[in-house]
């Protein structure tokens, strides 16, 4: 296999530990890679809706509502950056003794030398370690990310008694879609077939990028349920159903260098709540809720992403060259690429990173989420004010904070605490409160993350807010 045989040889190629390989410095000199990006974006909504309820009966109430909303993006970026090292290895690995045009491992994999499981080969992650996006001034958009979408509610509610209702609602709700500002968000650099135009050897396609733009989510969520009052409003109880329908999900996903939302066909997610509020005695009131969801992606996960080509290689910046890539593959007279080929690198499957997470419990999804509150309230006898104090909590099951589920970023299970002390004038004109969040300094992931390059699953975190305290004063004039 040319001699290519383990991680060694693979990493030599960058170092120049070989003939043919990058001498040691050149890729990422001094002063290179991305030295000043600009993004910028105007955003216009507009929207018309009614909401109506009508009396059926004195017991029977149907709600009707609706919306049309109209959403209008534009964006563009400026990216200022340099990677000379680039140019020199499309040329080196085109013209390599152990992975070149030529060489006995042209085809040689990951998988091959040591990275098990690892099909893609050799040529093809060297180019995209060497090429990055992040350090290339090439990949500018100007786009245009254009929704309109209907949304409402239709609700039918009745009176068992007057301390107990019952009702099942249908509603749409909508999530405009939008742009990736960042330059890692937009790149999808490869090595494949010679693109028309491009000199003999100069193998990475430079003409194939990602949209950086990703869909409008819409969810369908039903809902059924009750509401009760007892022992005259001292307690009250409620209970509901649901299930949600997601159609092009935004998934907010790590690409290695930033975070970026992408569009996930299919998720649902059902479950039961139930809410109960008591308030025994004056000025105590109790309160107790408890969810448990079921949130999973699809039984079937693509990478929705689109990838865009330029048919004529003009400037990226211009956008009458932009089309899909499923135009720009099919052949003449439906698309650009030349009869019979051969077609560029552009037109080759997408990778699917996605597929890994069909039917399994949605990212940041726990099952379980216990939350509870009392609260007490005293007038301090003839001072005009009153004396407050509150305590609430909530628990919730382990989740994945991982947009891979890769379980390295499980998050155990763990309750929080947070409380507030305080005074406050009857009339309403001043209180002063101490308050405390995270009182017993609980750390626990919000996001975690993998870290490019790292062996062993190394991942980072950002921890979400520790123990914090501090004094409100509030006044009314």
Same mark, same amino acid.
């Given at each position: ?16 530990? *070989? ?14 890679? *991305?030295?000043?990006?600009?993004? =910028? ?25 609706? +919306?049309?909303? #109209? ?26 003794? !152990? ?6 491992? *042209? ?8 990275? #098990?499981?690892?099909?893609? +080969? ?38 068992? &008694? ?12 909508? =999530?405009?879609?939008?742009?990736? !500002? ?10 494949? &077939? ?41 307690? &009250? ?28 066909? =299919? /998720?649902?997610? =059902?479950?039961?709540? /139930?809410?109960? @509020? ?8 109790? +309160? !107790?809720?408890? /969810? ?16 865009? #080509? ?22 003449? %007279? ?14 080759? %499957?997408?990778?699917?990173? !996605? ?55 499980? @998050? ?24 405390? +969040? ?7 992931? *919000? ?23 501090? /004094? ?6």
């Amino acid at each position: 296999l040319g001699g290519a045989t383990n991680t060694r040889d693979f990493i030599s190629i960058f170092t120049g530990g *070989a003939p043919g390989d990058i001498p040691l410095g050149v890729l990422w000199p001094d002063g290179s890679g *991305a030295t000043g990006d600009a993004f =910028k974006q105007d955003g216009e909504s507009i929207a018309g809706f009614t909401h109506n309820v009508f009396n059926l009966t004195d017991s029977l109430r149907l709600t009707v509502g609706a +919306r049309f909303t #109209v959403d209008e993006k534009d964006a563009e970026s400026r990216l200022v950056g340099s990677n000379p090292g680039c140019s020199a290895l499309r040329n080196a690995i085109a013209f390599h003794p !152990l992975i070149g045009d030529a060489a006995p491992g *042209a085809n040689l994999t990951m998988d091959d030398i040591g990275f #098990v499981g690892d099909i893609r +080969r050799v040529r093809d992650v060297t180019a995209v370690l060497g090429c990055l996006g992040i350090t290339n001034e090439a990949f500018e958009f100007d786009v245009n990310k254009d929704d309109d979408e209907w949304t409402g509610t239709v609700k039918l509610d009745f009176d068992i &008694n007057p301390e107990t209702l019952v009702y099942v609602s249908y509603s749409r709700g909508y =999530k405009a879609g939008g742009v990736n !500002l960042d330059r890692a968000g937009t790149i999808l650099t490869e090595v494949g &077939n010679v693109s028309p135009g491009l000199p003999t050897g100069a193998r990475f396609d430079i003409y194939n990028f990602l949209d950086p733009r990703f869909d409008a989510e819409i969810v369908d969520a039903y809902e059924m349920g009750l509401k009760s009052s007892l022992w005259d409003n001292k307690v &009250n109880v409620n209970v509901a159903l649901f299930y949600e329908d997601f159609s092009d999900f935004q998934l907010n996903t790590f690409t290695g260098f930033n975070f970026q939302a992408e569009n996930v066909e =299919k /998720v649902t997610t =059902k479950g039961v709540e /139930v809410e109960i @509020q008591a308030a025994p005695v004056e000025g105590l009131d109790l +309160r !107790l809720g408890a /969810v448990y969801t079921d949130a999973r992606y699809g039984s079937s996960v693509t990478d929705l992403s689109t990838r865009l #080509v330029n048919d004529n290689f003009n400037e990226f910046g211009n956008p009458l060259g932009l089309v899909p890539r499923a135009a720009f593959c099919l052949p003449p %007279p439906l698309g650009g690429a030349p009869i019979g080929g051969p077609f560029p690198a552009s037109c080759a %499957p997408l990778a699917d990173e !996605l597929s890994p997470l069909a039917g399994k419990t949605l990212t940041n999804a726990p099952k379980w989420v216990v939350t509870g509150g009392i609260t007490y309230v005293h007038a301090i006898y003839g001072t005009g004010f009153q004396a407050f104090v509150h305590l609430d909590g909530r628990y919730s099951s382990s989740f994945n904070t991982g947009s891979d589920l890769n379980a390295i970023k499980e @998050q155990e299970a763990f309750a929080l605490f947070n409380g507030r002390i305080g005074i406050s004038a009857l009339d309403g004109g001043i209180e002063v409160e101490f308050w405390g +969040r995270n009182l017993f300094d609980k750390d626990y992931h *919000a996001i975690a993350f993998t870290i490019p390059l790292q062996a062993n699953d190394g991942f980072g975190s950002f921890l979400a807010a520790p123990r914090t305290y501090g /004094v409100t004063v509030r006044g009314n004039f």
